[in-house]
Nanobody
């Protein structure tokens, strides 16, 4: 089991920056993909960025060039650096860790992981 806790949200003016952090319990965190999602009021949750265990990254078109996702395996943490924030970036941001792992001994057994944090509010005013 992995528990995720986000922090770093807040209120900023357009053009400002915030850095979100996600701390995980459980070493399996380092073996699976970590993603940041957001949900604006009245809208569906959407993917913002993700990073694999080998540090490959993907970004939503709306945040490319402005957001940077990273992770620190030694600290069991992931980050989302958000620059040049816009009002449309407003929402609750969630950390997600998901993927599959295999048993390290005995008969092969696959484990499916999908963990979510409680979310942190980001509000960008114009």
């Amino acid at each position: 089991q992995v528990q995720l806790v986000e922090s770093g949200g807040g209120s900023v003016q357009a053009g400002g920056s915030l850095r979100l952090s996600c701390v995980a319990s459980g070493s399996i965190f380092n073996d699976i993909m970590v993603g940041w999602y957001r949900q604006a009021p009245g809208k569906q949750r959407e993917s913002v960025a993700n990073i694999t265990s080998d540090l490959s990254t993907n970004y939503a078109d709306s945040v490319k060039g402005r957001f940077i996702i990273s992770r620190d395996s030694a600290k069991n943490m992931a980050y989302l650096q958000m620059n040049s924030l816009k009002p449309e970036d407003t929402g609750v941001y969630y950390c997600n860790a998901a993927g599959t792992t295999w048993s390290e001994s005995g008969p092969p057994k696959m484990y499916v992981h999908d963990y979510w944090g409680q979310g942190t509010q980001v509000t960008v005013s114009s």
